[in-house]
């Protein structure tokens, strides 16, 4: 599988496809749960020369999902071609998909050399030097009809504040940000990681209290929280037997 | 089947017919399969004299369908009847029917010869210049009391800032739009085909910035994103056995 | 089967009741679905003397119900027992009852000989003059606590209003009203027939342009529309094998 | 089991708990039939010296709940108890528990001799003076902020407005308050018995129309409307055989 | 297991997992049963030296879930373990989780002895000093941005109300606060014990009254209510055989 750096050409899409187990895979016999591990253990570390993918456990964090996965791809139709594979797998065929969410990968939009040189700046020296991220946080943002109708000087305002109460987490938050108006119900996919939870409840804290927030509304995909594992972790885990 | 053009009489009617999968789905063996992938395809290209039917691949983009069918006809019965057909092929039988959306074909409304020559006449001079549509998107949109109840001046002053909006996007955006109030939840159903995927994020996100969009409201039906291909790769797909 | 004239005493009771065909239908056998068929049809034709029903083809049309019923009963009690009568069939036990919806018939509150007596006179004088009805709509409303607290004058008006843009179209358009308040979750449960769904659609536009429309809201029951036919052809179609 | 009066000490607790028997019930063959309607008339008439219990059957009146119980208990935990043993029996155990509602019975908060002396005193002598109640309804309540942030004595003075357009519909509709602020998603539990649908139509029509209905808001609860009939005859339907 | 004493580190992590009984577990025969009690009873009392673990039933008092778990651990991948071990019983397996919802712990922000000495040492010294709790509320909370951007100053004082109102119950209902800003739907988990519902009634409706509460929002997570039992009473509730 391709590493990310390697995906040429932009915009590139993302998919998030969350999955739930079926009730029945608790009937599965242990024979085909240890193919069933090996088999998504390779059709996410081997598969796909056009997709970079990774997987997340949200089984014990989110009732709506086992696992998720966030894929991206140059072309759309890779992703869902991959998207399809895995739900072809043992794991998927005994999975429901919960959650499909998609995005585009755009540059930034108002903190700019040309609008914000000085937070541009900070914002392109801002590194994450923490540990190694235990935890990848999927947020999706639509904002209202006023937000979009403000004038850009006014957005980029709110923008800036939200930057600067955001620069301060950068070195424990590490973020990614995905476009989806037109493609999907939200407008924005938030996509964090962290391997400290407190900061991050504590970054998202602070965007509350600022007056972007008053834009900012419900779309039908819900938040995902799941632990970042290794891909064979987490195959095990899926289809691991009863622990008593 | 029928090509569009051949339908006579207006107005025609479109039904909007997503199909989710049943998880029994996948335990079918592989001659039924086969046949399976067989009857769709001859159900979408030779079954009716009456309709134009399309089908669109949503698996893997939309967790709710793996499949959805747009069909013309000039008697809603007939489109009504073929939607039935379609659910009693093997693959229909394995599906639950998972949204349908309906709506009527009729002329433009604001931008006519009449309201607004000059927009009237770009419009009849855009033409989709761009590579075929690899995606299609539905989009139901219900508008407010508010919206309804204002001029017919000032709804055509809105709708002229959305086409001046939209012209630049038509050469790589084709776009259908079908009117449904009192026939269902949504007031319009808006379809769009387009290989270029950022290109109509962009459109939409200059959609979000008019004053039209403070109009605009959720409703049952949520959107639909499903890649074009042949209906014999979308047969194909639908049945095929697991790829590990 | 009563007709519903002979149904004496008001005010009179009506229930919609929706059946959604589960998936295991579709692997039932050919001579349990002649016996269904048969079966349904003669609950529709021969069983009471206590009711009045209507079936409705609803499948095609809608994602959440294959067929719908109206009942109308002196006692909602014989009108409930029908439904389960119905619910005991060979059908019945294969669906899912996917809703229900009741209400009450009553003389018309605002537009009588008293408050309005040129309108009463033109919507006594009102006939439908045209083809066979092909189709139902249903249309459960909800009003504002807003319109409730308006006065009396002030909601008439805004029914005069409605009633006016509505007269060109009862020539074409059936149209009957149920009140739900207290019963159900709507105020009310919107009735129309009709054979020309573009007038239909055109009705609804122009009632969505007025001010009461402003106090309408949504509740928890959804919009049907479904095809008007014999009881036969609907018990044939909802038990018959695959088409293809 | 006791009557409601031998119901010691308060407050008392109410659940109102609504059953949906399962599709699988419509296979199970007569000799289980027959045992499953004496048991839940065993239930409901024999088991129990701590609970007050009632059933209501709202198969054919709604789509969510087959029928649905009241119990009245002076300890919550005897009602939980005992909804829980109903959910054994095998008519429970063939179906899902669609909702559960509770509420604490508390003394008049607003009109009392101290408050409305005059409107105290009418409230109780009215009798209920009509036909046994045939139908039971069950209508959540919760109230907006604004409500309960209002002066005590403005909430009064809607509270009389109520209570004043209630008083003449108290002979032919029987009504009992149940109080859930911090106990369930509701704030009230208002629960209603009549024999004349009707004039409860009306009485809610009525209520419609004052100031206190701007303050009123969904909940997750919906109402339910049961008919009143013997156990042993709910328990007949619920387990009967097809009729036809 | 660990005491929530021995839990070492700030900040801990909560996690309220409900579970639902599958209807299939319903026809599972006595000698499962009894291991999945013995066995759900060893999970809760021996299983784990990293988490803190609680058991509430809601079976009877909440039609979506028969259980809940609430899960204190320093880390939160360890309670996310040991939610999938508990899931991994046999109840485990027979169940769905419905609902997950995760938390913090951490020192109070408001009511400290900088902002609010009074209160402050007010709140120190409230003790609980009732009858041990039976029942335990679960009532997850958001803020409107509103809220959020109002003056810390703002806040703080709409918290000092909230708290005055509160003291007075603080003999008789427990109650603890978990932040989930950015880590769930909600802002706020707020959990309660209590032997006197009664009293936790009158607690909430003194709270719906002040100006706080025109800042709470629904979100996706309900409450829960359970019963306090011992462990190997609910494990022995939740796998008996039908009484009758």
Known sequence: MVSREQLTGTPSFVIIAAFKLLPE?????????????AELTRALTEASQRVEASIYLSQGLKASADFFL???????AEAQSYVNECAQTIIGRHSLIADIMIGISKPRRYITQENSAHLNEQLNNSKYESATPRYAIVIPVKKTAHWWNMSESERLHEIEVHTQKSLVYMRCVKRELYYSTGLDEQDFITYFETADLHAFHELNAALAGIRENEFQIRCEHLMLLGAICSVSEIAR????????
């Open 25 to 37: 895979w608790a009937q599965a016999d242990d024979s085909i749960r240890a193919r069933a591990a």
């Open 70 to 76: 966030r894929i991206h791809a140059n072309d759309l």
């Open 237 to 244: 885990i899926l289809s691991r037997q009863s622990a008593f």
